[in-house]
């Protein structure tokens, strides 16, 4: 690969002219048709294939990643997939003037609205074979779509987004959300941990950084907060944690928070969303499970633990199960094994060896379950943590390779859905996203506990039987924190991003799949071959067509 050229931050009074070149066309985006935004879209499109290549053979070198390997398709699906699918979807929205009609409106018994989003086309019923995915609106407001298509806002606005570094997608995916869905132009300040990426955005949406719709600018978090109170920036979008959020919206030091807290004065007065991670529970409805069955799920949890090197907002972080399961230990038994066979990654993420010891100093019955060199931490399980308000394993994200186990007293599926339902909403940290797994005999027996339970998790995305990495790929469905969090006490964030649809107050996303996934997903650890089905997923998900839609099913079935 060509090595690029090296990174400089960029002074404040240099990204001072760039933000006030963007306030001189806030103005004029809220002029651009539906046309001339769909050409933008599509030039986008283009660029981001254009540049994947050597894109996700840079990420991957940074990662420790061969890029030549299987997992390099990790890469491909997390970062050009997510782009370029989200960028079709808009395309396909605005196609239908920002109300694309979702395949069926459900009123719930409680009347709460449900829009049903997945499968929408033939081709999704092939390539999602047994998947649905739903988009619950907020009880009691409208099921508007795309409301800044025939409502204008009066005056433009110009948004900057901080870039969180641990996922390619995530400030593209956030941008297109700003200017397509909330009709803000952008600025984007790069993270720290991947400099780089700077060169490849600005090929990539080379088009609306010409024409002053679109900016970015890289530097240090000093430069990120300066910008933040920038006189001309309008809206802020962070992605990152809630101590970064309170730190921007109320001070710097802890007491300076306390203090504007108390009197209601934060330091940021502008209007800001954020999306801030999760403690995200797996919960393990009890039933009658085959061998395969356990085998399955097993390495579908240790998938959702070991994808990214962990480093993900989504990534599972604590394993509930019923203590009269008869089933418990030979399932953990069989995750343990699982989890020691993946191969540990480097943990590229800043801090990560801080706060792996920080855990192992809170719980030393913590079991590391594979060897890892000095780059890496090992895949750990913590057993038997307490299912307390204020526990340490509940209460911070570890955001690397580490399991809390968590039991609850419980014999039958039903106990042990009002129980576990009650402790993911009041004793887990974040509102992010949420997994249940149930056998379908299980849920057909049960389905009454089931969909309460469904309706009652205050988490903003549910994978049933699925990890939540799904709902954040989908771009149909919303990513983000349940509503209702405050500025005080934000949790995992507010607002939504990806939400294709265009869905004006969309609550939850819900997507359910089959309990046995075929083929092998592309988000399980050890795929034999990611790279190809990465490659061949982006530009299926680009331009789909049947003769791609082949080419990805033989991919998968090598799988």
């Known amino acids: 690969m060509k090595n690029l050229p090296s990174v400089k931050a960029i002074s404040f009074e240099n990204a001072d002219v760039l933000i006030s070149q963007l306030s001189k066309h806030k103005e004029a985006w809220l002029q651009v048709g539906i046309p001339e935004r769909i050409i933008y879209l599509r030039y986008c499109l283009d660029g981001v294939q254009k540049v994947a290549a050597k894109w996700v053979e840079r990420v991957c070198l940074e990662k420790g990643i061969d890029p030549t390997k299987s997992l390099a398709g990790e890469e491909w699906l997390a970062g050009p997939m997510v782009i370029v699918r989200n960028l079709r979807l808009l395309i396909e929205a605005l196609e239908a003037s920002g109300q694309p009609k979702p395949k069926r409106w459900i009123t719930r018994p409680d009347g709460q609205v449900v829009a049903q989003v997945l499968p929408g086309s033939f081709i999704d019923n092939i390539f999602w074979m047994g998947f649905t995915g739903e988009v619950w609106i907020e009880p009691g407001k409208p099921t508007t779509q795309g409301l800044i298509y025939r409502k204008k806002h009066d005056k433009g606005s110009v948004a900057l987004i901080l870039e969180a570094g641990n996922n390619l997608s995530l400030s593209l995916t956030d941008t297109l959300y700003k200017l397509f869905v909330e009709d803000q132009v952008v ?3 790069i993270s720290q941990i991947n400099e780089y990426d700077i060169f490849f955005i600005e090929e990539a949406f080379r088009s609306l950084i010409e ?3 679109f900016k970015v600018v890289y530097g240090d978090a000093e430069l990120g907060s300066d910008l933040c109170h920038h006189p001309e920036i309008d809206t802020v979008h962070i992605t990152g944690s809630d ?3 309170d730190a921007i919206v109320w001070g710097k030091t802890f007491e300076e928070q306390l203090q504007r807290k108390a009197s209601n004065q934060p330091l940021l007065k502008k209007p800001i969303t954020s999306e801030l991670g999760c403690v995200t529970p797996v919960l393990v409805v009890p039933g009658v499970w085959s061998k395969s069955d356990l085998i399955f799920q097993a390495r579908h949890v240790a998938s959702m633990v070991t994808h990214n090197a962990s480093f993900n907002c989504d990534a599972a972080k604590v394993l509930v199960t019923a203590k009269g399961w008869k089933q418990r230990d030979t399932f953990l038994e069989i995750l343990h094994q699982e989890l020691a066979a993946i191969p540990t990654r480097k943990a590229y993420y800043p801090g990560a060896r801080e706060r792996y010891e920080a855990f192992l100093d809170q719980y030393p019955q913590a079991q590391a379950l594979v060897y890892a060199d000095e780059e890496s931490i090992p895949w750990t399980v913590i057993p038997q943590v307490p299912p307390k308000t204020g526990e340490y394993a509940l209460n911070h994200e570890a955001f690397c390779g580490l399991l809390a ?3 609850l007293d419980a014999e039958d599926p039903g106990e042990f859905l009002a ?3 009650n402790f993911a909403n009041q004793k887990v940290k974040g509102t992010l996203s949420c997994v249940l797994l149930v056998h379908p005999k299980t849920e057909k027996a049960y389905s009454t506990e089931i969909d309460r339970a469904i309706a009652n998790l205050r988490y903003g995305g549910i994978g049933v039987n699925v990890w939540t990495g799904i ?3 989908l771009g149909l469905t919303t990513w983000g924190a349940f509503p209702g969090n405050t500025l005080t006490d934000i949790g995992s964030g507010r607002g939504v991003v990806h939400n294709t649809y265009m869905f004006d107050h969309p609550q939850k996303s819900v997507v359910r799949s ?7 997903p592309a988000w399980f650890a050890k795929h034999k ?7 061949r997923v982006t530009a299926f998900e680009a331009y789909p067509t049947w003769g791609k839609l082949l080419d990805v099913v033989f991919a998968a079935l090598k799988g």
């Open 187 to 189: 600025i984007i300040k």
């Open 211 to 213: 024409d002053g719709f």
């Open 243 to 245: 101590r970064t959020h």
């Open 405 to 407: 186990e968590v039991t």
């Open 419 to 421: 129980k576990a339902v």
């Open 471 to 473: 709902i954040y790929a």
């Open 514 to 520: 089959p309990f046995r996934i075929y083929p092998k």
């Open 529 to 535: 071959n990611l790279l190809q089905l990465g490659q």
